[in-house]
């Protein structure tokens, strides 16, 4: 019996607390919750009520993305309605200066004319130094009247381009830019109107939509798009992962190339290796143009055309041993160094063996000093008398430090050879550690 008024206190408690959660209409007593029928019945219309919630869910609810989605459009629209505001403002202003230009005019005709016409554009001019500077006033009451259609064109084309963006049309703006006359909206403006778009879910980012147009006419103009668009437009390009493009614009369109859209490039490739040769391809194209030819030697290097930068090393006047030194410390590759030590044709080496040794364990690139020592101990005696006698810039005590590295670092016989050489030339039978003096100062001068 104590159990029965247990469970009966615990069935009713179980009963009112859910009840107190709950937002039910229909309520149970103690007695239905009880009852198989009562059960059943309020079993009956929980069901009624969970098909109801689930029909609810797919008619007056959406997946959280359609409100991503939707903030992003407004996003856009809120764009658009700035755009359409800035121009509605420019209108405004002209309408207005027009306004005030045609009473002036309508006032001068209803006096027959009397005042001199001088005077009538000199207040014009005073009203548009209260309006603005805007030079259409001058354009408009031009001479020629050749240069007023010209002027009333420009300003259809530049009415006409923030039309088509307030409308969203960015495709057709774009193409409007790159055909508008005098490339009057090829310039930084109208680029930073795109750029305050921004991107579009499904949609081609309208800049680089801007960039395609504007590079694709300038051919056409004969005329190169200037450095400033140049690098923007590579930029852009490279953000939007277009490499196409970007190889495109660089090799066949008419463009100014500066130092930093090469840099542009060649970080590009740097950072995604897939990609490396092409960009370091096109960033030597670049630094060409702009007569760098420092950065297109390190471009050819680093794609290991050694080669063709020994030429390019000849042509060049403005290369040094400190450029050399610097250009084996960023692309430390043994080949590079074996062409730069080496003569060619009967042609003293670019740069001198035994700094090269110096430099290279100097600045814990040892690894890459050894693979030298290793083939240079490889080497025939005549060839290693060769490279000691052509360097002119190692002194018998720095010629100490490279034999004592040889020693160091296991090449006996190539120290002893260099020792050898050394001692055999202009009457040196030793070399002491103080001792300066250049070893081919001899055999010039």
């Known amino acids: 019996m104590e159990n029965l008024k247990f469970w009966q206190q615990s069935l009713q408690h179980w009963c009112i607390t859910r009840e107190e959660q709950s937002n039910l209409k229909q309520r149970m007593t103690l007695q239905d919750s009880v009852n198989l029928e009562a059960l059943n019945k309020h079993k009956q219309y929980l069901q009624d009520k969970y098909i109801k919630l689930k029909q609810d869910m797919s008619t007056k609810y959406v997946p959280a993305q359609k409100k991503i989605d939707l903030d992003e459009e407004m996003i856009v629209i809120l764009n658009r309605r700035d755009i359409a505001e800035n121009l509605n403002k420019d209108l405004k202003f002209r309408h207005q200066r027009l306004q005030v230009i045609s009473r002036i005019l309508s006032s001068w005709v ?12 000199e207040r014009i001019r005073k009203t548009k130094a209260i309006y603005g500077d805007d030079n259409i006033v001058d354009e408009l009451f031009e001479d020629d009247p050749n240069k007023t259609k010209e002027a009333i064109v420009m300003l259809y084309y530049i009415e006409r381009f923030n039309e088509l963006i307030s409308l969203g049309e960015y495709e057709r703006a774009a193409c409007f830019a790159a055909n508008s006359p005098k490339r009057i909206l090829q310039n930084t403006g109208t680029m930073n109107k795109f750029k305050a778009i921004g991107k579009i879910r ?7 939509l801007f960039f395609e147009a504007i590079f694709s006419t300038s051919q056409a103009f004969k005329r190169p798009i200037n450095a400033d668009l140049t690098m923007e437009g590579i930029k852009c390009g490279l953000s939007e992962e277009r490499l196409d493009l970007v190889t495109h614009w660089v090799t066949q369109e008419k463009l100014t190339f500066s130092e930093k859209a090469g840099d542009i490039i060649f970080a590009y490739g740097e950072e995604h290796t897939y990609h490396k040769s092409k960009c370091l391809a096109l960033a030597q194209i670049v630094y060409n143009e702009c007569g760098l030819h ?12 050694f080669h063709e930068a020994m030429e390019h090393i000849q042509q060049s006047k403005d290369i040094s041993i400190d450029d050399l030194i610097q250009l084996i410390t960023v692309c430390p590759q043994i080949d590079l160094i074996r062409c730069l030590i080496h003569g060619k044709n009967g042609k003293p080496p670019f740069l001198s063996f035994g700094l090269a040794v110096l430099h290279l364990f100097s600045v814990d690139m040892k690894k890459v000093g050894i693979k030298l020592l290793q083939e240079v101990s490889k080497s025939d005696k005549d060839v290693i008398e060769h490279l000691v006698m052509s360097d002119l810039f190692c002194t018998l005590e720095k010629w100490q430090e490279i034999t004592n590295i040889c020693l160091q670092n296991g090449f006996k016989n190539l120290s002893n050879d260099i020792m050898s050489i050394l001692r055999s030339q202009a009457g040196v039978s030793e070399i002491f550690e103080d001792d300066t003096t250049n070893i081919m100062e001899h055999v010039f001068w």
Do not use: E, S, T
């Not at 209803?110 to 554009?121: E, G, L, S």
């Open 202 to 208: 499904g949609k081609p980012l309208p800049l680089l």
């Open 110 to 121: 209803k006096k027959n004319m009397r005042i001199p016409f001088q005077d009538v554009m």
């Open 294 to 305: 420092k950065k297109a030697l390190l471009c050819l290097c680093k794609q290991g055309q």
